[in-house]
Nanobody, 123 residues
Framework: QVQLVESGGGLVQAGGSLRLSCAAS????????IGWFRRARGKEREFVAA????????YYADSVKGRFTIARENTSNTVYLQMNGLTPEDTVLYYC????????????????WGRGTQVTVSS
């Protein structure tokens, strides 16, 4: 079983930065691809970013390219999402996801999900 716990959300002004963390309990963390999704109230889940188990390949939604960076530290079972240049459009709940298949994860059907961390960006 895999448990994911997100942290690092909060309130920032437009143009500010936050770093989200996803801590995983699995011993096999290094075998899992990790991703981030987000969902605003009343809207569908949106893919944000993902990183392969090796850390050598990363993927980003067009809306966050150039602003967000995903990285992982397998020794600490943690994945980070550095978010810069935040705008009010980034005010959503962010979820950490994990799966052995990155394609499944990017479709929004990953096996493992965290409970989310809230990001709020004021204008």
């Amino acid at each position: 079983q895999v448990q994911l716990v997100e942290s690092g959300g909060g309130l920032v002004q437009a143009g500010g930065s936050l770093r989200l963390s996803c801590a995983a309990s699995a011993r096999a963390f290094s075998t899992l691809d990790i991703g981030w999704f987000r969902r605003a109230r009343g809207k569908e889940r949106e893919f944000v970013a993902a990183i392969r188990r090796s850390g050598g390949n990363t993927y980003y939604a067009d809306s966050v390219k150039g602003r967000f960076t995903i990285a992982r530290e397998n020794t600490s079972n943690t994945v980070y999402l550095q978010m810069n240049g935040l705008t009010p459009e980034d005010t959503v709940l962010y979820y950490c996801t994990a799966d052995v298949d990155i394609s499944t994860m990017r479709r929004g059907t990953a096996k493992y999900w965290g409970r989310g961390t809230q990001v709020t960006v004021s204008s």
